[in-house]
């Protein structure tokens, strides 16, 4: 049985290799013998002029006389893209590439056949790791055909030519057989009712569909990389550069980071960063390299005192005008953990970066509010600083070039609302909220997934946070004048959800740390603990408590809470990047890791 299946493996893979030849060798086309019908124009590719890639894919990649090289010159990727196509060449087709080369073909690559900020923006979430809800809307019959196996960012962060396209579903049903049934053929009778215009009914199948849009939608050549191919170079971005960001279940922090160029690589740099957390004030300092490729895409790693267990990757987007970067560094088993980060370039002028508080009680005196910038005055004072209406600043406590700390009275008849902040010239728009009450507040997010594992396969954890909210003039909750007071420090717990009969979910899915809101999923596996020797598997309500401080009154507990499900391991990863090194490590590419 074994050896039958391991032959029909066999000769699957031997006609989609007889396929992709037959097709890769209709791309690198010759010309028609004379007297010969016509034949259909061939699509042209991107000629690829690197030695280092000729030599390293031209054993499988046939280039014709344009230098046009067989299924490379008909595609544009992400470097992560073309990371992933390299590694798969290593692991399935044979390839023996050493890292640095593997190195140089991929950024060769992200550079001459990559996207254009305009085509990589709607999908920057795929690359960051951010876990969201999308919706693809171009295309009913494509998102469905393309997200049974792996998300749409990962479709439409490519551009490639309709045969590419074509050779792109015979590569999917050469290794994943069943994907025909699952998504690419229609299940069911054909249709039967004509369309809404009265065209007859569409009788393609839905990868038929697919196909046709993308090529449509997705071309190799586009205006935005024709025009971006033309100015494109590498980015100047050494200098000092002040960070701001969001440190899931931390909160806001506020900084600077020093980049500088590595000597004989114009898109290489190495960094160094000193941020606070600043509603504590703990600072971290961290040290890191990047690349920049296609002369926009920030793709770096770096570690708080050397720890490997520190790590952080970081993808950022590069603005055109090299003045601000934006994305977000993560670490995690799934890469769920993670910050999001803003650069600014700094200039010699003060500038605003945030407070440690989101919000000031109203009849309050001698509060401490601390205002984190770069280049704040030596020689600070209360005049200098506007708070706006019913907020006066009695004295300084202290001043540094990033940071001061002053103390704040705010009359009892100030107005409830948003407050923009003005410091010696420099100024932050609704920086912190005046409030007289805290009248709800909201776990986010509202519902996570974490995965069980420890055994065979990584956890996949989950952090919480809890917001204030004050309902506003209407005095209604969740509505658009709603003011958000920013994190309080809840106390955390589990609850059931009660999703089957005699749930005991909450017993055995994880822990919840009561002070941070951060979950840990249990190991993967049955548990001989659990009847039935279930997995560690189900639902919860996480919920969040908080008693606000009622100048001196009577307060209730308010409580929130958030929908948990932990489920089983990621058995299959369709991205083989995932949980790799990075895109500048050392050891981010090679042969047959």
């Not at 960051?128 to 792996?150: F, L, N, P």
């Not at 280049?375 to 209360?382: K, S, T």
């Amino acid at each position: 049985m074994i050896t039958a299946t391991r032959a029909l493996i066999g000769i699957t893979l031997l006609l989609v290799t007889l396929l992709v030849n037959a097709v890769s060798t209709q791309q690198a086309a010759t010309p028609t013998a004379p007297g010969a019908a016509p034949t259909a124009k061939p699509e042209d590719g991107i000629p690829i002029t690197n030695q280092t890639v000729q030599k390293a894919c031209g054993s499988c990649h046939r280039a014709d006389d344009k230098g046009q090289m067989s299924r490379i010159s008909f595609q544009r990727q992400t470097p992560e893209g073309w990371q992933s196509t390299v590694q798969r060449m290593a692991a399935l087709n044979g390839l023996q590439i050493d890292p640095a080369t593997a190195r140089e073909v991929v950024k060769y690559l992200a550079n001459n056949l990559g996207l254009a900020p305009e085509e990589a923006k709607p999908a920057a979430w795929e690359v960051e790791r951010r876990g969201i809800d999308y919706k693809y809307t171009a295309s009913a019959d494509t998102e469905a055909v393309c997200i049974k196996c792996h998300s749409m960012g990962r479709v439409i962060s490519q551009r490639r030519t309709k045969s590419e396209w074509d050779l792109l579903i015979a590569m999917h049903r050469g290794w994943y057989p069943l994907v025909d049934n699952q998504a690419f053929r229609r299940n069911g009778p054909p249709p039967r009712d004509p369309a809404s215009d009265g065209r007859p009914p569409d009788l393609r199948q839905p990868v038929e569909k697919a196909v046709d849009h993308l090529a449509r939608t997705f071309p190799l050549k586009t205006p935005e990389w024709t025009a971006w191919s033309a100015t494109m170079r590498p980015a100047r971005l050494e200098g000092t550069w002040t960070l701001s960001g969001w440190d899931l279940g931390k909160g806001a922090i506020y900084g600077s980071v020093v980049i500088a160029p590595v000597t004989g690589a114009p898109d290489e740099f190495t960094t160094n960063m000193t941020y606070r957390i600043a509603r504590t004030g703990q600072t971290v300092t961290r040290t890191g390299r990047s690349v920049v490729y296609t002369g926009y895409q920030w793709r770096g790693r770096s570690t708080a005192g050397g720890s490997q267990d520190t790590a952080l990757r970081e993808v950022m987007f590069v603005d055109r005008d090299w003045r601000q970067m934006e994305g977000r560094w993560f670490m995690g088993g799934y890469d769920e953990v993670g910050l999001d980060i803003r650069l600014e370039r700094a200039g010699s002028e003060p500038r605003l970066l945030g407070t440690d508080r989101a919000a000031l009680r109203a009849g309050s005196t001698g509060q401490e509010l601390k205002i984190y910038g770069a280049n704040l005055p030596a020689a600070l004072r209360p005049a200098d600083i506007d708070l706006g209406p019913g907020l006066t600043v009695s004295r300084i406590a202290s001043v540094t070039p990033d940071l001061a700390t002053v103390i704040v009275d705010v009359a009892s008849g100030a107005a409830v609302g948003v407050r923009d902040l003005f410091v010696a010239g420099a100024s932050r728009p609704k920086a912190l909220a005046v409030f007289d009450r805290i009248d709800s507040i909201k776990v986010k997010p509202d519902w996570a997934m974490a995965r069980v594992g420890g055994a065979t396969f990584p956890k996949m954890l989950a952090q919480f946070e809890a917001w204030a909210f004050h309902n506003g003039v209407d005095g209604r909750a969740d509505t658009a004048d709603d003011i958000n007071l920013g994190l309080v420090d809840a106390s955390w717990s589990m609850e059931e959800y009660a999703a089957t009969y005699d749930d005991d979910d909450a017993r055995f899915v994880g822990t919840l740390d009561a002070a941070t809101g951060r979950f840990t999923p249990n190991v993967d596996g049955p548990n001989p603990s659990r009847k039935g020797s279930r997995n560690n598997i189900g639902d919860v309500w996480i919920v969040a408590k908080y008693t606000p401080d009622s100048a001196g009154k009577p307060a209730s507990t308010i409580r929130a809470r958030a929908h948990l499900l932990v489920t089983v391991p990621l058995y299959m990863r369709f991205d083989p990047t995932v949980g790799s090194a990075p895109l500048d490590s050392p050891r981010s590419l090679g042969a047959k890791q």
